[in-house]
């Protein structure tokens, strides 16, 4: 199978996440850093996540997935360990307009989490389509330490100008040359 790199904006989209574990509070953590759109359903919680809740004022409902549950969401995260479960809602979802992710079952997935890197603005995701999410993690874990922090004050200044200069070629010009000179500036050449 082959993922199409997309940035999804969640304003104004709702997530569902089923389960209410580690993993779930993992991934709820993860889509914090992009909506508080979240809605958290299972009988069941870890401490860590009902604490993430209520400091995010997140929604929770204390009992088991019912038929039905994904319909007024956007996206669905499935992170329970019950392979029926996720095999049930990633059927019943093939019916709606709902992106659906099982976590660790590659083939009930619509979209992956990829391991991020999120200074400000700038973004970059690591994946391997699922087949090795540690090496992932560990790429994340080398370019984060690389990606100097000032590329956040960096892109406040290109937002700022491309707010306030007119486009065209003389602007990409411009754009393209402080590009370069901030990783010139910022990145050794090995």
């Known amino acids: 199978m082959s993922y199409f790199p997309a940035l999804l904006n969640l304003e104004n989209r709702s997530v569902l996440v089923v389960g209410g574990g580690k993993i779930a509070s993992d991934k709820v953590e993860r889509l914090l850093r992009f909506t508080n759109e979240i ?50 809602i990633f059927q019943e979802s093939r019916t709606k307009r709902v992106l659906v992710n099982c ?8 979209f992956l989490f990829p ?4 200074k400000g603005d700038f973004l ?43 486009k065209g070629k003389k602007r990409m010009e411009l754009f393209r040359q402080m590009a370069k000179e901030f990783i010139q500036d910022n990145f050794k050449h090995k």
Not at 103 to 110: A, F, G, N, Q
Not at 115 to 118: D, I, P
Not at 142 to 163: A, G, H, T, V, W
């Open 103 to 110: 976590v660790d079952s590659v083939e009930l997935c619509d």
């Open 39 to 88: 809605t958290i359903i299972s009988k069941d919680f870890d401490v860590r996540l009902i604490e993430v809740a209520r400091e995010n004022s997140l929604s929770t409902l204390p009992r088991a997935y019912k038929k039905g549950d994904i319909d007024s969401f956007d996206i669905v995260v499935v992170a329970v360990d019950s392979i029926a479960l996720q095999e049930r």
């Open 124 to 166: 970059v995701s690591f994946s391997t389509s699922g087949v090795s999410p540690a090496l992932s993690r560990e790429l994340r874990a080398y370019f984060e330490k690389i990606i100097p922090n000032s590329i956040e004050e960096f892109l406040q200044k290109m937002k700022m100008l491309r707010d306030t200069l007119p």
């Open 115 to 118: 391991s991020v890197v999120k």
